[in-house]
């Protein structure tokens, strides 16, 4: 299993990023997906995700309205779609799977910061 995520840059405040995880190793569609950061100094947090099977997505209250999940299950892709960044949005983001009984795992992250 493995999970490689990309797209984080510096940013100015307002500005949007769309982030990539592309999977490999397990049936992409199958279970559930999701974004987390993490803020230096704190812990790391959800901020959207999938549930399994092609379920719903949902968010995080700070991601309602600016950030937008997706998937394209024929390359095997989870993306983040953020727009109107705030600084407080700078972190580390990571993909995730949780794969029930087969564990879970998680991509290296990617770094996101904005700043002006």
């Known amino acids: 299993v493995q999970l490689v995520a990309s797209g984080g840059a510096l940013v100015q405040p307002g500005g949007s990023l769309r982030l990539s995880c592309v999977a490999s190793?397990?049936?992409?569609?199958?279970?559930?997906m999701r974004w987390y950061r993490q803020a230096p100094g704190k812990a790391r947090e959800l901020v959207a995700g999938?549930?399994?099977?092609?379920?719903?997505?949902n968010y995080a209250d700070y991601a309602k309205g600016r950030f937008t999940i997706s998937r394209d299950v024929a390359k095997n892709t989870l993306y983040l779609q953020m727009n109107s960044l705030k600084p407080e949005d700078t972190a580390v983001y990571y993909c995730?799977?949780?794969?029930?009984?087969?564990?879970?795992?998680w991509g290296q992250g990617t770094q996101v910061t904005v700043s002006s």
């Open positions: 995730y799977v949780d794969r029930g009984f087969r564990g879970d795992s």
């Open positions: 190793g397990f049936t992409f569609s199958r279970y559930e």
């Open positions: 999938f549930t399994s099977a092609g379920g719903r997505a």
